[in-house]
Structure formats: C-alpha cells, structure tokens
C-alpha cells in the first residue's frame, strides 16, 4: 500500500506550471500588492513556498479561502499566525462572500502611504495593480467573480481550470491580476497527501483509494465522531474494529471502509465492496464540508 501511494506524486507538475512561474516573474514588476489565497483547511500545505521567494518586497495579504469548510476556531489562530508575521490575514468564503468586503479596505490601507505621497505630487487616482496567486483549485477564479461581482469568468472545481491571463478592475483604483493555479516541483509527503485530499492535485493522477483510506485513517484519529454521524455508523462496531489486535492497523481501517461501502451501496458483483467508489465519496464529503468543519494543519 505504501508503494502504491508514493507513486500519488508522479505527474502533478507539467510543463505549463513551470512556464506560468516565469510569467508571474515578469508581471510582478507591474505590481503593488500580492493576494495569495490558502485553503483554510491546509494554509501551510497550500502555501506555495516560491511565492514568498518571489513576492519579497511586495506588499502581501493571506486570505484564508473556503474557510466556510473549516474549524472556526484553528482559522482564527491562523490569523493570529500571520498577523505576528506582519502579514495581512483575512478569512474569506467566495461562495458565499463572507469577508470579502474586507479585502479592498486592505488593500487601500496597505497602500495609502504610497497613494498619499503621489497625490502631495499631484497624481491622483493611482490605480492599484494586485496580482492575485494561489495553488491549483484553491478558489481564485470564485472569488474573483464575487469580488468584481462578475460571473464571466470560467469556475470550476477541477484543478487548472483558470489557463489565461485576465486584469478585472473592482472599483474605480483597483485592478486585479489573476494567474493560474501554480505548484512547486517537491514537497514532502504529507504535503502532498494534504494537496490530493482536498483535490489541489488532480485525482486521474493519484492513487485514489490510497488517498482516501490515508484520509480516512486521519478521521478515525481525530474526527471519529464526524465519521460515525456521516455514515450512520456505530461507534461502539467502529471502536471494536479499531482495537482489534487480530487485524493489523491498516485491515482495520479498511474494514471501516467496506463498513462505509456497505452503507453507501457502493458494491460490486458478487457483494464486494467496490474501493474506488468508497474512496470517491469520502474525499467527496471531505471536499464539499459533509464531514464536518474540519482543519488538517493545526498550530
């Protein structure tokens, strides 16, 4: 199983990442200020380590997207994080437009000493350029469609959907950048399992059932009681399994998972369970918040 699940890692970084790299590079001389959206859920796995590298000097702000799908209370404490960071940090929901209110009035704060000098000179309505970056399936194209209050642009779920460059003015000095989902060429492999879990790297490209008993073994570590609810589990049946010293640690998490098979009617000819399927409606609850309001990197 372990094999199986290195191989998750192999094809996630085409070319065309390596080329949209370069361009951030070169626009980023038009810039002011850097928006960089982090899941939530993940903010150090979604954190694109290049970006800090090459935004130094820019001015920055963190927003904390998809944050309707995470635990509240760890999304204020990663605030605070990034705050003693001297980093602008804001929760923000783009499907639902929680916080997004916020972001021009920090985008103006974090300019007006700029903009105050150019209006002693006599240039005045400056228009501020923001490039907004963020990993493969992070939000961008949702927030920026709530943020200029546009439904133009091309959303979907799937990683790598935004491919072109695109300015969008919101207000009368602000104009946004956007760019597409971009990746590093390493991580580590938690990182890694981080990214798949929440879909930043695509499915076709992981071993997906790997992936979800991983993810599954994590819940029944931390969030048992969300699996037990899900489910329609019971949790004495799932405790039992869980200390069965006949079964080693991985054959009894895979027993909770045909358990959740079963429950879900996901089976085969001749009454199997069928894996792929029990794995797609775990990542799929996951994803979409059916699981519960859950952070996986916690301070």
């Known amino acids: 199983m372990e094999n199986r699940q290195n191989q ?28 960089e959206l982090l899941d939530a859920r993940i903010p150090i796995s979604s954190q694109n380590p290049d970006i800090a590298e090459i935004t130094k000097g820019k001015k920055r702000i963190i927003l904390l997207n ?48 700029e903009i105050d000098k ?8 400056k228009t501020i ?18 943020i200029s209050k546009k439904t133009s642009m091309k959303v979907g779920n799937k990683p790598g959907v935004t491919r072109q ?17 971009v990746l590093w060429p390493k991580f580590e492999e938690n990182v890694g399992l981080n990214l798949a879990y929440t879909g930043s790297i695509k499915d ?23 699996v037990v609810s899900r489910y329609n589990l019971e949790k004495a049946e799932i405790c039992e ?16 998972m045909k358990l959740i098979g079963k429950k879900r009617g996901a089976i085969i000819s001749g009454g199997q369970v069928d894996d792929e399927k029990v794995a797609r409606i775990i990542l799929e609850d996951f994803r979409t918040g059916k699981l519960g309001k859950i952070t996986l990197e916690k301070i």
């Not at 150019?118 to 309505?125: A, M, P, S, V």
């Not at 399994?241 to 909770?256: A, K, T, W």
Request: some cysteine; overall charge negative; charged content about 30%.
């Open 118 to 125: 150019q209006k002693e000179k006599g240039r005045i309505n």
């Open 165 to 181: 460059k695109q300015w969008i003015r919101i207000g009368n000095q602000i104009e946004l950048l956007d760019t597409p989902g």
């Open 8 to 35: 998750a890692n192999i094809n996630w970084y085409p070319g065309h990442m390596a080329k949209t790299k370069r361009q951030i590079l070169e626009d980023l001389k038009l810039i002011d200020v850097v928006i």
């Open 66 to 113: 998809k944050s309707d799908l995470a635990d509240s209370s760890e999304t204020k404490k990663w605030i605070k994080y990034f705050n003693d960071k001297n980093i602008v940090c804001l929760e923000v929901d783009s499907n639902s437009g929680k916080g997004i209110d916020k972001v021009n009035k920090s985008i103006e704060s974090l300019m007006k000493e």
């Open 204 to 226: 076709d490209v992981i071993e997906i059932i790997e992936v979800a008993y991983s993810l599954l073994a994590l819940f029944l570590e931390n969030y048992i009681d969300n």
């Open 241 to 256: 399994i869980l200390e069965d010293e006949n079964l080693l640690y991985n054959e009894r998490v895979y027993e909770i």
């Open 129 to 146: 350029r923001v490039m907004i970056l963020g990993i493969p399936n992070v939000g961008k194209s949702s927030f920026i469609n709530r």
